[in-house]
């Protein structure tokens, strides 16, 4: 960007380690300075051999649904290709371009990057008795299971990974907060954002105070101010490219 209004600004990136260097990456091209300190960690959820299973039924299901890249990969490992698959539903681009990698185009894809919207785009096409097979993660939100449902179909929901709070940065981003060293902190998950106010306790009010607070997009949104987080920016896209462009607005605007 040719005025690369994020340059030299430090930014938290609290992303799991295996996702946070991409972001890391596009900060670093629009001259942000991007700081690592993950605050969750994603693990599997399953047993590979229940999981090689269960790939190995796809073909009793009418629609495999993913909600995210992290879905994508603990599962499709386990899938044999090529072979013939359900029609396929994800809620994002992200996640569209992890199945890509396999060579398997997406069925269905929403404009707006939500379970609620994918909910509404699936539920008109599902007949009664269709089989859905819904690969999540642990804190997958209900709503487009329950959806479905209400649909006339069959949803069998299998948690193939899960995700824990990561605690061992807490002394190094206790030390960036108190001597003022970060102008922003981005949070990409709800998850994330429950980690940040568990290390930062009583004190979050305070070290937060002159940090601006991104959160990828609503629903992280609503958690931080839940947990008493003032959010400063949200993007209208809630992917990463989104997140930066909605901190270069921010940081454009006058006195910032």
């Given at each position: 960007?040719?005025?690369?209004?994020?340059?030299?600004k430090?930014v938290?990136v609290?992303?799991?380690k295996?996702?946070?260097a991409?972001?890391?990456?596009?900060?670093r091209?629009v001259?942000?300075v991007?700081?690592?300190i993950?605050l969750?960690?994603?693990r599997?959820?399953?047993a590979?051999?229940?999981?090689a299973?269960?790939?190995?039924?796809?073909?009793?299901?009418r629609?495999?649904?993913?909600?995210?890249?992290?879905a994508?990969r603990?599962?499709?490992?386990?899938?044999?290709l090529p072979?013939?698959l359900?029609?396929?539903?994800?809620?994002g681009?992200?996640?569209?371009a992890?199945?890509?990698?396999y060579?398997?185009?997406?069925a269905l894809?929403?404009?707006d990057?939500t379970?609620?919207r994918l909910?509404?785009?699936?539920a008109?096409?599902?007949?009664?008795?269709?089989?859905?097979l819904?690969?999540?993660g642990?804190?997958?939100?209900?709503?487009?299971?329950?959806?479905?449902r209400k649909?006339?179909?069959?949803?069998?929901?299998?948690?193939?990974y899960?995700?824990?709070?990561?605690?061992?940065g807490?002394?190094p981003?206790?030390?960036?907060?108190r001597?003022?060293?970060?102008?922003?902190?981005t949070?990409?998950?709800?998850?994330?954002?429950h980690?940040?106010?568990?290390?930062?306790g009583?004190e979050?009010?305070?070290?937060?105070?002159?940090v601006?607070?991104?959160?990828?997009?609503?629903?992280?949104?609503?958690?931080?101010e839940r947990?008493?987080?003032?959010?400063?920016i949200?993007?209208a896209?809630?992917?990463?490219d989104?997140?930066?462009?909605?901190?270069?607005?921010?940081?454009?605007?006058?006195?910032r």
């Amino acid at each position: 960007m040719a005025n690369r209004v994020l340059a030299g600004k430090t930014v938290l990136v609290t992303r799991d380690k295996r996702q946070a260097a991409s972001f890391s990456a596009k900060l670093r091209a629009v001259g942000a300075v991007p700081i690592e300190i993950p605050l969750i960690a994603i693990r599997p959820a399953a047993a590979p051999e229940a999981i090689a299973a269960l790939a190995g039924r796809l073909g009793e299901y009418r629609w495999l649904v993913l909600t995210s890249v992290n879905a994508v990969r603990f599962f499709f490992p386990h899938v044999s290709l090529p072979r013939p698959l359900p029609n396929v539903a994800v809620v994002g681009r992200k996640t569209a371009a992890a199945l890509v990698e396999y060579g398997v185009s997406p069925a269905l894809v929403p404009d707006d990057f939500t379970a609620e919207r994918l909910a509404a785009m699936l539920a008109p096409r599902v007949k009664q008795g269709d089989r859905v097979l819904f690969v999540k993660g642990d804190l997958a939100s209900p709503t487009l299971p329950e959806a479905l449902r209400k649909a006339g179909a069959a949803v069998d929901e299998f948690t193939v990974y899960q995700t824990v709070p990561d605690l061992s940065g807490r002394e190094p981003l206790l030390a960036l907060l108190r001597e003022r060293k970060l102008d922003a902190i981005t949070l990409m998950s709800p998850s994330a954002v429950h980690s940040l106010a568990r290390l930062l306790g009583e004190e979050a009010s305070a070290l937060l105070s002159g940090v601006a607070v991104a959160c990828i997009g609503p629903v992280t949104k609503k958690a931080a101010e839940r947990e008493g987080i003032t959010v400063h920016i949200c993007p209208a896209d809630y992917t990463t490219d989104g997140i930066i462009k909605a901190m270069e607005q921010y940081f454009s605007m006058e006195g910032r």
